[in-house]
């Protein structure tokens, strides 16, 4: 199969002062039409058609062969830089496709992408007003109306965008320890009685990852059981902070999860927030995944108690369909934030501007240079009114609960949660050699593989990407995400017709 | 003056299923293709004249007037969201303007600015070759030549793209301990003696706003004094690591800083390297302003030695202007980056995938989600070719250059720095009413004074931006940064004129 570079052919090599890093009318608008053209036709509606592949799977070498990857000495021209754009798209995973329903992301919304280039087009750096006026006043906005969502009084508190839900859980860490113990900012965890947090063991991975990070340690990461529904288990919990207290550790953080990031699943917030304020202890919610949930009348009963936490996670690049990334932390402390992170740069956080320097929001994270992350969302806001993020959310919710209904009814699924809480649902494929065969010694050894079978069909053919894996004692399952809210119920049952057509005549 | 949405009439509410996630013609395509053109126009070639202005000035409560910044519960027309387009374009800071040099970034690369664009458009998220494998394959290409082109033999080793230098220097600092300590993974930093690190007063506050995230604690970054030149003191160094070593703390690395913040400087690397292999520590080099200095044969003297480094902090949205952000983190060692993160979550990381799962590199970061930032700077690498950035670095150069002997032989310049190596130009500007005042006892707390009072006229004026500070015993000075090839030595001449004209009759 040609590529598609094979489609435009390759012109004049660009001029010598093309190496300038400024846009020039006279050198770069045809160019820049071209490639916008091409954004917006082949890439913007090409790809969300749902008869365009969802990716059209290369190896690695068959990849290198096509886009020559390595940088070169010298420069090539515009016209292979078009074809060159046009290989990366088709090689790339089409994630905006409707069928690509592999991750906790998915879609290109057209008014999150319109914000997101405009966003490209300014180039912003978020840490002065000076330099991001705008962007500056559009954070404490969308952070004030998120918790006020969240349910903290007038929105009162603190927040920042982060490069992803993972660094806003660590920020939380950073927050709790510096609550309770403002010396380790200056001397470190040495200063301070040997911490311990706990998280259920379905909570993401990034809690863990971030204790290693930040010096505390994964054997100081407790992990809490959780119940067959995937909820943490609020009587170990209370049984791990006795242990951890007399073993002489020192409890200081809860992490809970608001829809776990493979079951979907809500940790119960009341009895944990219960639990935290006899034991002294911070409470995170990790609602990076289900806190889109909140925007929905209907289903925001999920995420009961997430009032009483003392901070939230929140990617509005999950549930509400932002483009990647788009993460918050928010905190019901005003002065934490501020207070554990400042270093006092006097390069740019000069006090004798002559504007109320309050707005120079930039001390209070670990980043310098930050990205604008919030026009995206916000453009999508105002585009779509909290009324149409809460149609998104309704829409997702019942496209769930069809197709689950849908997959009960039907030979060959077998579902892994009865009820599933949040969009995510999971399920086995039995292949027709398998049914029957369920008392076998060998049946779970046999299932185990079904799913990566199916799996390398389903990509090698592009017709959709749904994402399996094993957990605890389960054998590899798969997980769909709902997470586009223009699929429908002929959607669902397309899904699952794919599965019956690819893995059906599975051997195992 | 009338906002830029009064240019644009408001039209019907759009309509009903709008607040789906996907783009179909039908709704979008009108409004994508005139916000395209907006962009392309008003943002891209409208802001990038010099006849534009760097800057339009408004307090906080005009901006809110004019942009109704809250979140609505309804949505709003396509229409009226072209206007908005318009106004926060207005209303952000100019950064892609040849005249705004006021931070370590500046400009929006046309190349790099389609590379985004198209990154947007295909919306990835990059940790497993399944979802990124173009992503994955760029990014190995991208870090092996810059490895590479620093100076390690085939360019071996490892590397990843941050959300910013500052983390690239965190991972520094989190390697260093893994490779002497990988018991802090597990146990915590409790487990290993108290650590400290070094770094320059000059450096990046960055360094000490990580250990103390990492709970290593900012009074255990020591700071080691500056020559006149602004580089490291490696006398000083000797006995700080000394001392430290006689206090019972137990010293693990050294960020020694290729181009500082500020003055530009480059800390001698080669006698800084020596005293690590003494005394057994990682060498880290923060070269997130100063890398791109590597592209030119005739530059990269300027870091000789930093081939001897354990690993690299190198931030082409600096020096090279890409697009923000662009980050990296290089390292020499082949598997700190992996044993020292890695969590092996298996929803994530399957190993019975029908791939080779070596190339699914997500788990060797602390985030999970992460910004496919690698392809604008290879797009600009493909446009340009190693010869166009290595023009463009001699042409920052020759600019700077010209700028500083410029300002040697006029009126009311004064330099902080005779000699800088970088392309960061420090002085003060001295008003008629202090010249010939040198020896008054008051002259120091005067010009203090000037800087600030300059930066305001020329923001309020908004025909240049260009940042100011004090440091150490200097009182507030300008910092002048060339990023942008484009200019030329006429724009020298137009940079100094301007201090002039809206400095000269300054009254301190
Ligand atoms: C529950 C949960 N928390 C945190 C994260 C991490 O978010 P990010 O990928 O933005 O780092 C995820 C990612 O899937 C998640 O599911
Ligand atoms: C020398 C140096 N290191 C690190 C950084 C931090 O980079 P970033 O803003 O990408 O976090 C900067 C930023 O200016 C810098 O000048």
Same mark, same amino acid.
């Given at each position: 199969?040609p590529a598609d570079s094979n489609l435009i052919v390759a ?54 062969s096509v886009i020559d ?7 090539v021209?515009?016209d292979e830089l078009l074809a060159i754009m046009a290989d990366v798209a088709r090689y790339?995973?089409? =994630?905006?496709?409707?069928?690509? $329903?592999?991750? #906790? ?30 962007? =500056?006043? +559009? ?64 909570? !993401?991975?990034?809690?863990?990852? +971030? ?38 550790? =020192? ?43 909140? +925007?929905?009348?209907?289903?925001? !009963? ?14 509005? !690049? ?17 002065? $934490? ?54 149609? !998104? ?10 197709? #689950? ?10 579902? $892994? #949660? ?91």
């Open positions: 199969m012109g004049e090599a660009i001029k010598e002062s093309l190496f300038q890093s400024l846009p020039e009318r006279s050198k770069h608008e045809e160019f820049i039409r071209r490639a916008v053209d091409l954004l917006v036709e082949r890439v913007v509606f090409g790809r969300s058609q749902r008869s365009a592949k969802v990716v059209e799977w290369a190896a690695p070498d068959e990849i290198k990857l390595k940088p070169r000495e010298g420069p021209s515009h790339s995973v089409n =994630t905006g496709h409707p069928y690509f $329903v592999n991750q #906790l992301f998915s879609t290109v919304d057209p008014y999150g992408l319109i914000g997101q280039w405009l966003t490209d087009a300014l180039n912003p750096s978020v840490y002065t007003y000076e330099v991001a006026p705008v962007f =500056t006043l +559009m954070e404490e906005e969308v952070l004030r109306e998120m918790r006020a969502i969240v349910g903290w009084k007038d929105g009162d508190g603190d927040g920042i965008f982060c490069p992803g839900g993972s660094i806003s859980n660590g920020y939380a860490i950073s927050c709790a320890r510096h609550h309770f113990y403002p010396d380790v900012k200056s001397k470190g965890v040495y200063a301070v009685p040997k911490l311990v947090l706990f998280t259920s063991e379905l909570a !993401h991975y990034s809690t863990k990852k +971030m204790a290693c990070f930040m010096g505390i340690g994964s054997d100081n990461c407790i992990m809490i059981k959780t119940d067959e529904l995937g909820k943490m288990d609020v009587g170990d919990l209370e049984i791990k902070i006795s242990e951890a207290i007399n073993s002489g550790s =020192t409890p200081f953080m809860v992490t809970a999860t608001a829809g776990t990031t493979v079951f979907g699943a809500f940790d119960p917030l009341i009895p944990i927030s219960d639990l935290c304020k006899k034991y002294n202890l911070w409470l995170h919610v990790d609602a990076a995944w289900g806190g889109g949930a909140l +925007m929905s009348k209907k289903h925001r !009963h999920l995420l009961k108690g997430i009032e009483l936490a003392d901070s939230v996670t929140w990617n509005p !690049h999950k549930l509400l369909a932002a483009p990647q990334q788009c993460s918050t932390f928010l905190v019901r402390h005003k002065n $934490v934030l501020k207070e554990g992170h400042s270093s006092n740069a006097k390069y740019l956080f000069q006090k004798d501007k002559f504007y109320d320097t309050s707005y120079d929001t930039g001390d209070k994270h670990i980043q310098c240079g930050r990205r604008a992350d919030v026009l995206k969302f916000w453009f999508m806001w105002k585009a779509k009114g909290s009324d149409g993020f809460e149609k !998104h959310i309704d829409k997702l919710f019942d496209n769930a609960k069809y197709f #689950l209904d849908h997959i009960k009814q039907r030979a060959g699924f077998k579902l $892994v #949660l009865e009820n599933p809480e949040c969009t995510n649902i999971m399920f086995w494929y039995v292949p027709n050699c398998l049914r029957g065969c369920e008392n076998d010694p060998n049946y779970r050894e046999r299932l185990h593989k079904v799913a990566p079978k199916i799996k390398e069909r389903m990509i090698k053919e592009g017709s959709m990407m749904v994402t399996y894996q094993p957990q605890g004692n389960l054998v590899n399952f798969f997980r769909i995400v709902f997470q586009n809210s223009a699929l429908d119920h002929k959607d669902m049952v397309y899904f699952a017709n794919e599965f019956e057509r690819l893995g059906s005549d599975i051997i195992v």
